[in-house]
Every structure is written in C-alpha cells, then in structure tokens.
T-cell receptor
Framework: NAGVTQTPKFQVLKTGQSMTLQCAQD?????MSWYRQDPGMGLRLIHY???????DQGEVPNGYNVSRSTTEDFPLRLLSAAPSQTSVYFC????????????FGPGTRLLVL | AQSVSQHNHHVILSEAASLELGCNYS??????LFWYVQYPGQHLQLLLK??????LVKGIKGFEAEFIKSKFSFNLRKPSVQWSDTAEYFC??????????????FGQGTTLQVKP
C-alpha cells in the first residue's frame, strides 16, 4: 500500500490564482481530512469528510473548497490564492472517525506570492 | 472553544537526558488523546494514543504518556533521549461521544533538539 499520497510536493502561486491539491489513499478509509501547518500554530483543520459525498468545514475553511466523489480521493481547491494561504498542507485518513489512528500524507508546501 | 496547549515551544537536551513535554487541553467531556511526531523532512507519525483504561500509555521508541484527568493533562515522557529523537512533537485531542466527528485539535507543537 502507498498509504496517503499528496501532489504536488511544492507549488508557487501568484495571488489570485487557483489550484487543486491532490490527496489519495489506498487503504479504503472512510474518514479524510485536510490540515494546514503554520509555525507556532500547530495543525489546523480545514475540511473533513466522513465518507464519499459527505464533507464538512473544520476550523479554518475560508478560501478552500473540497469534494469527495470517491472513497480514495479528497482534493482541496484554493479558489483565489492569497499570501495568507502560504503554508504546508497535510492530508490525513483513518478507518474510523473516532478511535483509529489518522495517517498523514507527506505534505504540500505552498508559497503564494 | 476547545483548545490544546503545549507549554514548551523549544526544548534543547543532551543525549541521555530525561524528557517531559507538557500538554493540557480545555474540554470537560470525554476525550481521546494523541501524541504525534514529525521528524525533519518527514510527515506526522503516531507516537502513542489514549482512549480509555490505564492512564499510563506506552508508545513507540520508548515514549510514554500519562493521562491525568483532574489536571486535563497528557504529558509525554522519555527517560533517556537520543539524537534521533530530534523532531517536532504535537499533542492532539479528539472529542469523544455522540458529537464525535473525528476532528483532531492540535497543540502548537514543541521542537525538541537533542545534542549528541
């Protein structure tokens, strides 16, 4: 199993551009989520999904959209990039929303100029 | 709002020193507790977790943590650190119960630097 994969590893955007961060898992996990990691702030939840077709907002959802058309994929879309979205983005998945370990992807480092 | 606080932002130790990283959370209900580690250039990995039962939890690589409910704390310990323990450590809380949505609330992180 590849686990949780994320692409791209690194991306530079100009303010106002849009892009999609890809996340995929091959463990048949129902639960998937997106976090952003900023210095001194730990990881903050952006959006999450408890299954295909079901998504909900986390702590910092503004400026991001998600969809979950399949169990495997959970893309994160930046609608109009802003410098405040410069961050490292992690995708995670688990087989149960509550009691199972969440597995994290390698991260995408995003720089918005 | 629920929050997780890690008191030490940057810790520097010599090899063989003992380690204790503090973690406190603010939530009066049932919680599931986690410590994750992020080694340089790598993604987050689970060190240990607590759901119920014995409040002293043992994890990988000689780490352990103790859940003290009355203090809302879940401190991470290791008797003797190694250079390879240099990493960033995150405490995380998941709210349990009927309202559980699987959301993890992370602390700010503690950077541990172990000098050889």
């Amino acid at each position: 199993n590849a686990g949780v994969t994320q692409t791209p590893k690194f991306q530079v955007l100009k303010t106002g551009q849009s892009m999609t961060l890809q996340c995929a898992q091959d463990m048949n996990h129902e639960y998937m989520s997106w976090y952003r990691q900023d210095p001194g702030m730990g990881l903050r939840l952006i959006h999450y999904s408890v299954g295909a077709g079901i998504t909900d907002q986390g702590e910092v959802p503004n400026g991001y959209n998600v969809s979950r058309s399949t169990t495997e994929d959970f893309p994160l879309r930046l609608l109009s990039a802003a410098p405040s979205q410069t961050s490292v983005y992690f995708c995670a998945s688990s087989s149960d929303r509550g009691r199972e370990t969440q597995y994290f992807g390698p991260g995408t480092r995003l720089l918005v100029l | 709002a629920q929050s997780v606080s890690q008191h030490n932002h940057h810790v520097i130790l010599s090899e063989a020193a003992s380690l204790e990283l503090g973690c406190n959370y603010s939530y009066g209900g049932t919680v599931n507790l986690f410590w994750y580690v992020q080694y340089p250039g790598q993604h987050l990995q689970l060190l240990l977790k607590y759901f119920s039962g014995d409040p002293l939890v043992k994890g990988i690589k000689g780490f352990e943590a103790e859940f003290i409910k009355s203090k809302f704390s879940f401190n991470l310990r290791k008797p003797s650190v190694q250079w390879s323990d240099t990493a960033e450590y995150f405490c995380a809380v998941m709210l349990d119960g009927s309202g559980n949505t699987g959301k993890l609330i992370f602390g700010q992180g503690t950077t541990l630097q172990v000098k050889p």
